[in-house]
T-cell receptor
Framework: EAQVTQNPRYLITVTGKKLTVTCSQNMNHEYMSWYRQDPGLGLRQIYYSMNVEVTDKGDVPEGYKVSRKEKRNFPLILESPSPNQTSLYFC??????????FGPGTRLTVT | AQSVTQLGSHVSVSEGALVLLRCNYSSSVPPYLFWYVQYPNQGLQLLLKYTTGATLVKGINGFEAEFKKSETSFHLTKPSAHMSDAAEYFCAVTPRPGANSKLTFGKGITLSVRP
């Protein structure tokens, strides 16, 4: 079954405590991306990756890092989380500019 | 640059009534257009897409949308609403395949269906 998995699904943390949200896909897609969803703002792209070792900033990259060491994995790293990073995060994968497939989401709360 | 406008944040219809969710886009190049649906506590699921060819596209669950280039619109319709259609709907646009297949989303519309 084609899947995009994210872990954890829910996370409550404190300001400044480093965290990583993992994303894994089994569809052999080259393109992967992270979005955050906030009420009234829709989804906004954080970072994306065209292939292994190729990453670039999206619209709202401040405070985030990513890495792409394997094709199937694309973790999102928050080195020093702040309350304004409280959000719902989605990983997505795609191939060749067509539709993207989304993970189930990670709800992050930073206190 | 590209953008998507979804007017209004909430639409309420009666079960069996027509569903019409509006989407207008702005894009400097011919875009690909998508509608996604998000059910409570779930990720986004693709409803339908327009890439090339026929401008009326049919998707899952009885939804369809028509690409109108002259109006820069891609409105989503369903002839008869069902209770299970209650969800949040997002229109999205991406430029033709290139360096970044970024989806630019509208702000979303919540659809409520009254019994």
């Amino acid at each position: 079954e084609a899947q995009v998995t994210q872990n954890p699904r829910y996370l409550i943390t404190v300001t400044g405590k480093k965290l990583t949200v993992t994303c894994s896909q089994n569809m052999n897609h080259e393109y992967m991306s992270w979005y955050r969803q906030d009420p009234g703002l829709g989804l906004r792209q954080i970072y994306y990756s065209m292939n292994v070792e190729v990453t670039d900033k999206g619209d709202v990259p401040e405070g985030y890092k990513v890495s792409r060491k394997e094709k199937r994995n694309f973790p999102l790293i928050l080195e020093s989380p702040s309350p304004n990073q409280t959000s719902l995060y989605f990983c997505a994968t795609g191939q060749g500019g067509y539709e993207q497939y989304f993970g189930p989401g990670t709800r992050l709360t930073v206190t | 640059a590209q953008s998507v406008t979804q007017l209004g944040s909430h639409v309420s219809v009666s079960e069996g009534a027509l569903v019409l969710l509006r989407c207008n886009y702005s894009s400097s190049v011919p875009p690909y257009l998508f509608w996604y649906v998000q059910y409570p506590n779930q990720g986004l699921q693709l409803l339908l897409k327009y890439t090339t060819g026929a401008t009326l596209v049919k998707g899952i669950n009885g939804f369809e949308a028509e690409f109108k280039k002259s109006e820069t619109s891609f409105h989503l319709t369903k002839p008869s609403a069902h209770m299970s259609d209650a969800a949040e709907y997002f229109c999205a646009v991406t430029p033709r395949p290139g360096a970044n297949s970024k989806l630019t989303f509208g702000k979303g519309i919540t659809l409520s269906v009254r019994p």
